[in-house]
């Protein structure tokens, strides 16, 4: 993965300097709480119900061992002994002092990392496909790529103070894992027929209060022209993109406004003025940025392991842990792993200091010290060979990290809600605690099979409700939480808006409307129909039927 | 109000014109964008330099009637978190190549200091009480990520130029020239 | 002169060190229990706190002062809106580790 070098240190060495005077001017009272605003969100701190919350970059969710255990010390010195992982593949810290940041970060920036992006309206931080280099179905790593936008966007002259906030995702496999038509710009790792790499590039894309799915802007970009297109991309969004009404300042509504082809027009006669312009980024450093992510020095092994099929017939937890939480690794013999934060009854994407600890522990020993963290909030090993899973799934599943769920019914997206969070509506946390509680049966999910439940607290869709096969939105009716109930949602490469099935439900009522949900599909499916094509084959109105009765 | 000088550049006096006032023979105005694309050669025969006003919302297509004869130019800030000021200065200096004094006026704040001399400003109108933090905003970072109108490499080129150095020199988009 | 109110209302804030939700007392100190909160019945006194509670704000002292509807019902004080309850009582998960564990956390 990407070492920082000297200038890379200093950066990130001198925004902390920087924000320790503002904390100090702050709590001197030179400056006022109006003008220290935006300087402490330009810093990823942010003041919600209880305290402060701290929001950590975890560039394209990729971390060390080293960085892992920086974040659980974090979590102990600072925090209450937890952290949250976030769907934008961050770290929050719920509790941290105003007056103890400045050495948070110091003590990150020590083992290169930052709260930089995480907050204004800035091009956030870069979000991939967790499996990256890992993945056995992958064109190419997009992380070089999303490191080289980490670079070019971090204190961008022009594009630090955008209409609104602005998020890149960027995938390299066929299977998208980064719900990439979701995000402002999205881009895909492609070949084209001359088996040249380039991206397609999507654009517009996001949820809220006005879910988009993204448009093509073009089927094929050459990746030299990467940062010129983006410049471009970015440029006509910073001129023209809305200003007078935050709801409506997203680049999605500027699309809509102009339509895709207008846009496609201007941008490409932008393009155009500024493409032969060398921007920035000589050849010798992307071949510096690509060599850190060369693939790890793994030796092929063989596909099939003897301590694996033993410990699967004598263990059906482990087994199930084998078929739903690992997959294919590029290189025989390995797998990548997904480490459940899903356990049933628990705090979707928490992790507590110890937890931290042990996957650090853990990548060291038989994940090259890599680690991943996923937008759907759990943790992946990426390299991990196939005769160490039964020893890596014992360690996990003592410390409560071995759940079989990974992608299944229980494995459940949910944002801080009201629990946390002063933006929310409702509570997501605890309808994510009923739900797991009231299907915390490995083979009744198993049977159930793929299913994505997806949780926000308020319209901000920060659990990525509209994304969800099953989607739950919590609003505020006359000062009581309610939830909607949402179907049909997919945030990958198939993507589609989830639609409000009828009326909100109380606490328990939504939780009962999502087991009747199920009870449809299971009596509905055929042959081996998934959840989602089972959905959009039958329609809303059985779904609709069994919730609310006939009549 | 003091000008912070970003760039070492030699301030250029001016009168702001309101929009009914003539200029004087040889004095260096300002006026808005919408007077400077309606007056006709006796006016800028008889005004020494003359420079616009630019606020924000001005479209980038008025850029190109007035770009060239624009001798300096004043971007207004309406707030701090207006971006657009950004790219006007980037693009009268980048499509244009516009070498004269560009000036932000407006609730800039001292830590944006950096972002505007990248983005190819040469100085700033601030209130007083805001001097000190703006200047010392200025030698915050030893470097940055892009290559800039201040003069600056990005630190993509300086990290394969044997015995670069990343730093300000402070007049970029003028040593160039 | 405060809006007008149509019920009882009392003062919340956050400390500006740790973010603490902190309730104004009669008495002009915070707690960070809403039964300790001082409850306002009509605009002169909602006046009177609030004059109090910013003061405390130009002191550096609390952030984001705000007046919301009380609940007197059962005779203890608390915020009536479910939002402005939450803070009150703290997250309604890990119960080990919120306010629940000692009401006066890092006082
Ligand atoms: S979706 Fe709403 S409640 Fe949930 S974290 Fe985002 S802003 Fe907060």
């Known amino acids: 993965m990407y070492a920082y070098d000297t200038y890379d240190h200093a950066m990130v060495n001198a925004r902390v300097a920087e924000f320790r005077d503002q904390v100090d001017r702050r709590m001197k009272g030179e400056l006022t709480e109006e003008e220290f605003r935006p300087l402490r969100l330009m810093n990823g701190l942010y003041l919600q119900l209880h305290a402060y919350m701290l929001r950590v970059a975890i560039p394209y969710g990729t971390l060390s061992a080293g960085q892992m255990r920086k974040l659980a010390h974090v979590a102990r010195k600072y925090d209450k002994g937890y952290g949250h992982f976030t769907t934008r593949q961050n770290i929050q810290y719920n509790w941290p002092k105003l007056s103890e940041t400045p050495d948070i970060l110091q003590e990150l920036s020590d083992v290169e990392m930052h709260a930089i992006q995480t907050s204004g309206n800035c091009i956030r931080n870069v979000t991939t496909d967790q499996f990256a280099g890992a993945a056995a179905d992958e064109v190419a790593d997009p992380r070089p790529y999303a490191e080289l936008i980490r670079q070019w966007s971090t204190f961008h002259p022009e594009f630090s103070f955008l209409p609104r906030k602005f998020k890149i995702a960027i995938t390299g496999a066929a299977e998208d894992r980064a719900a990439v038509k979701w995000h402002d710009i999205g881009l895909v790792l492609k070949q084209n027929e001359a088996g040249e790499v380039g991206f397609e590039v999507l654009a517009g894309g996001g949820m809220g209060r006005t879910p988009v799915i993204a448009k093509s802007m073009r089927e094929f970009l050459p990746i030299s022209d990467m940062l010129s297109y983006l410049e471009a991309m970015l440029r006509v969004y910073n001129e023209q993109g809305r200003r007078d009404n935050k709801y409506k300042a997203r680049i999605k509504i500027l699309v809509d406004a102009m339509g895709i082809d207008e846009y496609r027009r201007q941008v490409d006669a932008e393009w155009e003025k500024i493409r032969h312009v060398p921007i920035d980024v000589p050849e010798e450093e992307v071949a510096r940025i690509k060599a850190f992510f060369a693939?790890?020095?793994?030796?092929?092994?063989?596909?099939?392991?003897?301590?694996?099929?033993?410990?699967?017939?004598?263990?059906?937890?482990?087994?199930?842990?084998?078929?739903?939480?690992?997959?294919?690794?590029?290189?025989?013999?390995?797998?990548?792993?997904?480490?459940?934060?899903?356990?049933?009854?628990?705090?979707?994407?928490?992790?507590?200091?110890?937890?931290?600890?042990?996957?650090?522990?853990?990548?060291?020993?038989?994940?090259?010290?890599?680690?991943?963290?996923?937008?759907?909030?759990n943790l992946i090993l990426p390299h991990v060979a196939k005769s160490d899973l039964p020893a890596l799934w014992s360690k996990l599943d003592e410390a409560g990290l071995g759940t079989p769920n990974a992608g299944l019914l229980t494995d459940i997206i949910a944002c801080p809600g009201l629990d946390y969070c002063s933006l929310a509506n409702t509570r997501s946390i605890p309808i994510a605690q009923t739900i797991t509680e009231r299907f915390d049966d490995i083979k009744r999910l198993m049977d159930i099979g793929p299913l994505k439940i997806k949780i926000s607290g308020c319209i901000n869709s920060c659990g990525h409700h509209h994304a969800g096969h099953i989607g739950i939105l919590g609003v505020d009716r006359r000062g009581e939480e309610n939830y909607q109930l949402l179907l049909g949602g997919s945030g990958a490469e198939d993507a589609s808006k989830a639609a409000i099935l009828g009326p909100g439900f109380n606490e328990a009522g939504i939780v009962d409307a999502v087991e009747k949900v199920v009870a449809v599909y299971l009596g509905e499916r055929e042959d081996d129909e998934t959840f989602l094509s089972a959905y959009r084959r039958l329609g809303p109105d059985v779904f609709k039927e069994a919730v609310y009765g006939t009549d | 109000?003091?000008?912070?000088?970003?760039?070492?550049?030699?301030?250029?006096?001016?009168?702001?014109?309101?929009?009914?006032?003539?200029?004087?023979?040889?004095?260096?105005?300002?006026?808005?964008?919408?007077?400077?694309?309606?007056?006709?050669?006796?006016?800028?025969?008889?005004?020494?330099?003359?420079?616009?006003?630019?606020?924000?919302?001005?479209?980038?297509?008025?850029?190109?009637?007035?770009?060239?004869?624009?001798?300096?130019?004043?971007?207004?800030?309406?707030?701090?978190?207006?971006?657009?000021?950004?790219?006007?200065?980037?693009?009268?200096r980048k499509d244009f190549g516009f070498k004269g004094e560009i000036r932000a006026t407006g609730p800039v704040i001292p830590d944006q200091a950096l972002f505007l001399l990248r983005a190819g400003f040469d100085t700033v109108d601030v209130t007083s009480e805001r001097k000190t933090a703006f200047e010392a905003a200025l030698s915050r970072f030893p470097g940055f990520y892009q290559s800039d109108f201040g003069g600056q490499t990005s630190i993509a080129h300086a990290r394969h130029t044997v015995g670069h150095t990343i730093g300000h020199s402070g007049e970029g988009h003028r040593k160039a020239s | 002169m405060a809006k007008k109110i149509t019920g009882p209302q009392l003062i919340l804030a956050n400390r500006l060190d740790d973010g603490r939700a902190v309730f104004l007392t009669a008495t002009g100190t915070w707690s960070n229990a809403a039964a300790d909160a001082a409850v306002a019945d009509n605009e002169a006194e909602l006046d009177t706190l609030m004059t109090v509670a910013q003061a405390a704000d130009l002191a550096n002292f609390v952030v984001s002062v705000t007046p919301v509807a009380a609940d007197t019902s059962n005779g203890v004080t608390a915020p009536a809106h479910i939002k402005f309850a939450m803070q009150a009582r703290g997250p309604s998960v890990r119960a080990d580790l919120g306010y629940q564990v000692s009401p006066n956390w890092e006082q």
């Open chain 1, 295 to 377: 693939p790890p020095p793994l030796p092929v092994l063989a596909d099939a392991a003897t301590e694996v099929d033993e410990l699967e017939n004598a263990n059906f937890v482990f087994k199930a842990w084998l078929a739903n939480n690992t997959g294919a690794h590029k290189v025989p013999g390995h797998a990548h792993v997904t480490i459940s934060l899903k356990p049933h009854g628990g705090i979707p994407g928490d992790a507590t200091d110890e937890q931290m600890d042990l996957v650090a522990d853990l990548a060291d020993a038989y994940s090259q010290s890599e680690i991943r963290v996923s937008h759907e909030q």
């Open chain 2, 1 to 92: 109000m003091v000008l912070i000088n970003l760039t070492g550049i030699q301030p250029t006096g001016f009168t702001l014109l309101a929009d009914d006032v003539q200029p004087k023979e040889g004095e260096n105005v300002a006026v808005s964008v919408e007077r400077l694309l309606a007056e006709d050669s006796a006016f800028f025969d008889t005004a020494g330099g003359v420079g616009a006003v630019i606020t924000t919302g001005t479209p980038y297509a008025d850029l190109d009637a007035i770009a060239g004869k624009l001798a300096f130019a004043v971007i207004e800030f309406p707030a701090f978190g207006d971006g657009r000021g950004f790219s006007l200065a980037v693009r009268l």
